[in-house]
């Protein structure tokens, strides 16, 4: 009995002090709120024309990034972000590697996951005490299952992703309401747990992973209507407005970041007018899915405010990767629908993503700065006294988990097991939040596909089918490749690059490059 009363009396005195810490903390929630395909240049603070009224004002109520990168490709950018490390050293599957929830949920942070996990792994199981979404690549955005509903064919691009619901897949996922759409799905589980979890004094931890603008291109009739005739100009009058209000903005000055070459599949001048059509309708479709995602972040914050913690929560907005160049994709299920609903599957192409990336070259798949820049907004009314101002310093999405947890004081790896590393390969962005440098004393590396780059202070050696090298301090762009001017600091960048490869694989690249392509004839030959 004595036992008892001691484990009794314990019990309620450790409850009592974690009730008591737990009031007395003032850790910031935090919210990263993740788009997939979406280009640098598409929202209203960075240029574009779309209407993202509630990213405007986080964005002049706090900092824009002009030089923060991804991987350029989902699933590497979305590993990279929620383990802090580069893709190279783990997988999808986040090996070896610790996820946000392992670090955050053992330092007292509720975690919650909703949205695209592109992988096979139920964030359910690695430190998220919610989930929802899509674990896969990408689904339709009305019907992300296999089946039809009652007026309908077989979604287009019938799922073969798998949708999970906390740890339950729940098999051939066809939601019943034809008003259902993801984004909007997501945000409603989003809010649901906020709800939920409202009256907790623990801070909570918030991954919001959209999978829009990322084809097939569906949105709301509604919000596609916004943007009729916006787009009627065609591509070279859209990109050069957006590349001149981010002139105006201060965002870019014109000798140090001249506008880059339009590359185009068809000029808009040689299209006939039905082609001009179709171009215009998939950009408004574009358009009108980005507009849906602000329109839900608006949702988000206004609930914050209702509640009296949107000045302590730090919010975090970014892109997986740089605009689609893709034109079309096969996909299964009925395409013979009208642009934008549940029978439709298409892409924005190339013409409309080098649009998207102003003024970079390039796209999504390549290491220039196409593929890699992402618009990123930090905000957070407690914590961030910068306030409309652009940051220029070279971040990563891997300095995004170190700088959660400074501010969380969570450690690395917390709960997670099988970690190879002892922490992320980040800095934290904190020093940002007032006005200080990062003072990073290590390059930055990238590798995906026939990708591959690093990026040692403003220089930026970086390849597709070879190396070029550029001065991004005086070229922003990468319009000047002065690798025939400089070619010892190419050597000196390439043999770090290798050097890093070899460190976080344990492969030699030439020799792993040679034995994928012979993968790859061996596969082709049996195939044949």
Not at 175 to 199: F, I, R, V
Not at 234 to 241: K, S
Not at 433 to 460: C, D, H, W
Request: with cysteine.
């Amino acid at each position: 009995m004595k036992m008892i009363k001691k484990t009794l009396i314990a019990g309620i005195v450790c409850a009592a002090m974690s009730i008591c810490q737990a009031s007395d903390d003032s850790r910031p929630n935090v919210i990263m709120v993740l788009v997939d395909d979406m280009g640098y240049s598409d929202l209203g603070c960075y240029g574009g024309e779309i209407q993202t009224p509630n990213l405007d004002s986080l964005a002049a109520n706090g900092i824009r990034y002009t030089a923060a990168h991804n991987t350029s490709k989902c699933y590497p950018s979305r590993t990279s972000l929620i383990t802090g490390l580069y893709f190279q050293r783990t997988d999808r599957e986040f090996a070896k590697g610790a996820t946000f929830g392992e670090v955050l949920r053992p330092a007292g942070y509720r975690t919650l996951f909703s949205g695209k996990n592109h992988g096979n792994t139920n964030p359910a199981t690695r430190g998220f005490d919610r989930y929802y979404g899509l674990i896969g690549g990408a689904s339709n955005h009305w019907n992300p299952g296999d089946k039809a509903r009652p007026g309908e064919g077989i979604p287009a691009g019938a799922s073969t992703g798998k949708w999970v619901i906390d740890d339950k897949e729940v098999k051939g996922f066809v939601p019943q309401d034809k008003s259902w759409y993801s984004t909007d799905a997501m945000t409603d589980a989003a809010l649901g747990w906020l709800k939920e979890y409202e009256s907790e004094e623990k801070p909570f931890f918030l991954y919001l992973a959209y999978t829009a603008p990322h084809y097939p291109l569906h949105a709301k009739p509604k919000d596609i209507a916004k943007y009729e005739g916006v787009y009627d100009q065609g591509y070279d009058a859209i990109r050069y407005a957006r590349y001149k209000r981010q002139l105006e903005m201060g965002m870019f000055n014109e000798t140090t970041a001249p506008l880059s070459a339009a590359e185009q599949k068809t000029p808009w001048k040689e299209l006939s007018d039905d082609e001009r059509a179709k171009e215009i309708k998939r950009m408004e479709i574009y358009a009108g899915m980005i507009d849906c995602v602000d329109q839900n972040i608006g949702r988000i914050l206004s609930y914050l405010k209702s509640v009296n913690k949107f000045d302590n929560t730090l919010i975090l907005f970014a892109s997986d990767n740089g605009a689609c160049a893709s034109t079309d994709k096969p996909a299964k299920g009925d395409r013979s629908g009208e642009f934008g609903g549940v029978n439709s599957y298409e892409c924005t192409g190339l013409s409309w993503a080098n649009v998207s990336n102003t003024p970079f070259r390039y796209y999504k798949l390549k290491s220039h700065e196409g593929g890699t820049m992402t618009p990123l907004i930090a905000h957070w009314p407690k914590g961030i006294n910068q306030k409309n101002v652009f940051n220029r310093e070279n971040s990563h999405f891997i300095d995004i988990m170190p700088t959660v947890m400074e501010l969380s004081g969570a450690t690395y790896p917390g709960e997670a097991r099988d970690v190879a590393v002892n922490g992320p390969d980040g800095i934290s962005l904190v020093p940002t939040f007032t006005g200080k440098p990062l003072n990073r004393n290590k390059p930055v590396f990238y590798e995906y596909s026939s990708g591959a780059a690093i990026q040692n202070g403003s220089m930026k050696l970086v390849r597709t089918k070879k190396w070029e090298l550029y001065d991004l301090s005086k070229d922003r762009t990468e319009t000047n490749n002065i690798i025939g001017q400089y070619p010892e600091l190419a050597r000196d960048l390439e043999k770090q690059w290798n050097t890093w490869y070899t460190e976080c694989t344990g492969l030699d690249y030439a020799a792993a490059i040679e034995a994928q392509m012979k993968l790859r004839a061996q596969k082709k030959a049996e195939s044949e």
